[in-house]
């Protein structure tokens, strides 16, 4: 059984999706970098076992992420999950678990990386809009994408009910992703190509809600 280890600093909905989900893996762990993430009280919740590990009680970011690294083998995870992780992470530990970790963003991705994804939505006026769940690579959102949940925006949205109607997408999308990852239909290989049922994924799956 593949071990999770869920990496977050907020709320923790998506966190919440994944424990209901009764995924085939197991969540053996969630690391905070906050003490009052409201996540922390959902895994209590599930008994799930928690770390918190404050970056602002490390010298540089290196530093904090060796302590999560070294707390991630400890449980002796084969998956890093990201959900709402609000922190950048460093070269060297993005390296150690290639292939082995996972995040989602609010946007389709390649669209909008980085911050403020529903504003940039509106300002330009799209279509559609929704989110990804990607592998982490060194460069910030740019890994594969794996699952996609898209959305069209109506003419009444603003940031709250476009945040409001993502995050419903992403809990559908997110187990689904990590699902797949603990039951092996999706694969990341040696060589880093992702297979999908066993033949290399060019697109994310997507999930339509219009
Ligand atoms: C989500 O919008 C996710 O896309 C982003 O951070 C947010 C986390 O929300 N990476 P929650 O803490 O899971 O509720």
């Given amino acids: 059984m593949i071990k999770i280890a869920v990496l977050v600093s907020g709320s923790g909905s998506n966190l919440q999706a994944l424990i209901d989900a009764n995924l085939s ?17 959902r895994a209590k919740n599930a008994d799930i ?18 302590v999560m690294h070294q707390q991630l ?10 959900a709402g992780f609000m922190r950048i992470l460093s070269a060297k530990f993005v ?6 970790m996972v995040n989602i963003h609010p946007s389709l991705l390649p669209n909008y ?3 403020h994804t529903h504003q940039r939505v509106l300002n330009t006026g799209d279509v559609l809009h929704g989110c990804t769940v990607h592998y982490v690579t060194a460069e ?6 794996l699952t996609q949940g898209v959305l069209r925006v109506n003419k009444h949205d ?6 409001e109607r993502v995050h419903v997408l992403e809990h559908m999308i ?35 809600k219009f």
Wanted: aromatic letters at 8%.
């Fill in 25 to 41: 893996g197991q969540i053996v762990g969630v690391i905070s970098n906050k003490p009052d993430a409201f996540a922390l009280k």
């Fill in 49 to 66: 076992q928690t770390a918190i590990i404050e970056h602002k009680q490390y010298p540089d970011r290196e530093a904090f992420d060796d």
């Fill in 73 to 82: 083998l400890d449980w002796n995870v084969d998956l890093v999950v990201l």
């Fill in 95 to 100: 390296k150690a678990w290639e292939g082995k």
């Fill in 113 to 115: 990386k980085g911050m």
């Fill in 140 to 145: 910030l959102d740019a890994g594969q994408a």
């Fill in 158 to 163: 603003d940031v709250v009910s476009l945040a």
């Fill in 174 to 208: 997110y187990p689904q992703a990590v699902e797949w990852i603990c039951n092996g239909t999706i694969q990341h290989t040696e060589n880093g190509q992702i297979l999908f049922k066993g033949l290399p994924l060019s697109e994310p799956i997507q999930f339509c």
